[in-house]
């Protein structure tokens, strides 16, 4: 079982940077990747970036060139730079995940509580 607890997050305004962290703790050997979700009002949940314990990255075609992911053991940080108001959001934390085939797969027990992201002048 793994708790998983983000912060950062809040207000920007267009072409601003935001960080979001999330710290992972719990009972585990190690975590082979982790990822950043968003999700808009109707929609499902959408992966925003991952990582690998290899630093393998993948990220969403809207946010290439503008958003970094890093990680460490237990940690996974979202750079968010060149913000715009179509980020706004609530982002999710993924703690634990596989990464196969160059897809990342969540496990749905290593949720965080999710943190808003409003970008708006």
């Known amino acids: 079982q793994v708790t998983v607890e983000e912060s950062g997050g809040g207000l920007a305004q267009p072409g601003g940077s935001l960080t979001l962290s999330c710290a992972v703790s719990?009972?585990?050997?190690?975590?082979?990747?982790m990822g950043w979700y968003r999700q808009f009002p109707g929609l499902q949940r959408e992966l925003v970036a991952a990582v690998t314990s290899g630093g393998s990255t993948i990220y969403a075609d809207s946010v290439k060139g503008r958003f970094t992911i890093s990680r460490t053991n237990t940690q996974v940080i979202l750079q968010m730079n060149n913000l715009k108001v179509e980020d706004t959001s609530v982002y999710y934390c993924?703690?634990?995940?596989?990464?196969?085939?160059?897809?990342?797969?969540?496990?749905?027990?290593?949720w965080g509580q999710g943190v808003q992201v409003t970008v708006s002048s």
């Open positions: 993924s703690g634990r995940g596989t990464w196969s085939n160059d897809r990342y797969y969540p496990d749905y027990g290593a």
């Open positions: 719990g009972t585990f050997i190690s975590i082979n990747a």
